[in-house]
């Protein structure tokens, strides 16, 4: 659990998702990182959760591990585009043909660290699933800021493609008026002996 206490994810923000049928064939087949013998995915209503399972039975039951909270949502899915179809040439009583759909169920990885990645107990090695998660996604974004052996790492996935990050250290904006800008109760003519 050494990668555990030297591994953390600072900032964290997603707008993935996919076809839930996907995520569960992906994590059937995936090997997961040092540290997490499985991950168990749970659904309550329109929520999913993926919950690390430790590999070392030192760590009580009762301690909550890391997990990722998605919602399910459900997208109709067309065969053909539907702008494309009205836009067709028809003959004017030919009637208007319905395009094949279907319901899909996707999961939407969306928000900041602490809405789609909670707990500490193994989070990096979590974060590890949620990079290897935004890889099979088709549409999202991934970006992120940990840290990995004491050296800050940027990630970024965009559509399922890694993409070249960094992490820029900038000044934020000075307070212009410094510290003359409170309150100077020693000459406040309010104030008495």
Known sequence: MSNEESSHVYRLHSTLELPLEDLQDHL????FPDGIADVELTRRNNTLILKADAED??????TPSA????SVTENRVYEEDPEEHRNAFRWEDEEEEEIESELVEYAAFKGDRETVLQNSLLQYEMFLVLCDIAEQSEKGTLTAISDRGGELEATRIVDGEVRPADVEVVEGPRDSTGSNGGVNWRDNKFITD
Request: no cysteine.
């Open 67 to 70: 997990q990722l909270k998605a």
């Open 28 to 31: 059937d087949e995936a090997t």
């Open 57 to 62: 039975e030192s760590v009580s039951k009762y």
